[in-house]
């Protein structure tokens, strides 16, 4: 690529500015530069929250093949391209949102902004690849079975029992089994294709300069908010202590509450208990020692 000039260290802090774009997505961005890079997050409503019982794994694998790119993409070296460019694309899945997070050196970020955009907003889900992909899955989920996140997976079915965030995000095989492309094709089309994403940026750029790139894609008339489902995790009624073994020579012990939910005014004490508690906190420093 053509040389994007010099670049010039700073260290200067500068806080988070809200983007305002006439119906698009929300956005925060805040400038840093203390490296030439870009770091993006989209996140979309939904996650784990959105699936049950019969279409368990459906946003991870939808999100997945999405990352992928069509077969043109791939068969033009996407990924290739994408790292001439310095960048860098992860798929992330959680209880209540979705997405993708991309960095990519700050000169490069229109090109790589562009592929991009033709990922998410024209996904191509073939037989071959979902098939691929489901296996995938199922073998990601076989080896966390035997990793030190097993635990927090049945310490979540244990704390939120007949609820969506007590899985694990990867589906059962006879579930992914039934997912059809067709299926994904609908899953996209109802969470991602014409929804307002929110937008976090982090980098080399100058003020909120970046969001003129979400402007035609991603704003205007036919964008509609994503909302979540309007459901509750219930209350665990009494206490559970579950035992497994693993072939290790190390114990692990994991204890688990139910917390408020993020926007409640008690979340912030949770927060910080949680930050004194687990590593790299003070509890686990102390344990260590």
């Not at 400038?31 to 784990?48: N, S």
Request: charged residues 25%; hydrophobic residues 40%.
């Amino acid at each position: 690529p053509a040389d994007g000039g010099s670049f010039k260290q700073s260290e200067i802090q500068y806080p988070f500015q809200l983007a305002s774009i006439l119906r698009g997505p929300e956005m925060a961005i805040r400038e840093d530069r203390t490296a030439p890079l870009v770091c993006m997050g989209i996140y979309f409503a939904g996650g784990k929250s959105r699936e049950d019982g019969g279409n368990g794994g459906i946003t991870r694998l939808m999100t997945n093949l999405v990352a992928r790119g069509s077969v043109e993409m791939q068969e033009r070296w996407f990924y290739h391209q994408l790292e001439i460019y310095g960048g860098r694309l992860r798929p992330v899945v959680a209880d209540d949102y979705f997405g993708f997070e991309f960095s990519i050196l700050s000169p490069h970020f229109a090109a790589g902004f562009d592929l991009l955009k033709r990922l998410i907003k024209a996904p191509e889900f073939s037989p071959e690849e979902v098939l691929r992909q489901k296996n995938m899955l199922l073998r990601q989920a076989v080896r966390r079975r035997h990793s030190r996140l097993y635990a927090r997976d049945i310490a979540r079915r244990a704390l939120f029992p007949a609820f969506p965030y007590g899985t694990d995000g990867f589906g059962t095989e006879e579930g992914l089994r039934a997912l059809t492309p067709d299926a994904l094709l609908e899953w996209h089309s109802d969470l991602v294709k014409n929804r307002k994403p929110y937008v976090a940026i982090v980098g080399d750029t100058k003020g909120t300069s970046l969001a003129l790139h979400f402007v035609g894609e991603f704003s205007g008339s036919r964008m509609r908010e994503s909302v979540l489902p309007d459901s509750w995790a219930p209350p665990v009624e009494k206490g559970e202590t579950i035992r497994e073994g693993w072939r290790k020579n190390q114990s692990l012990i994991l204890v688990g509450f139910q917390a408020p939910p993020s926007d409640d005014e008690d979340s912030a004490a949770a927060t910080i208990l949680a930050g004194l508690a687990g590593s790299p906190g003070t509890l686990s420093a102390q344990f260590k020692d």
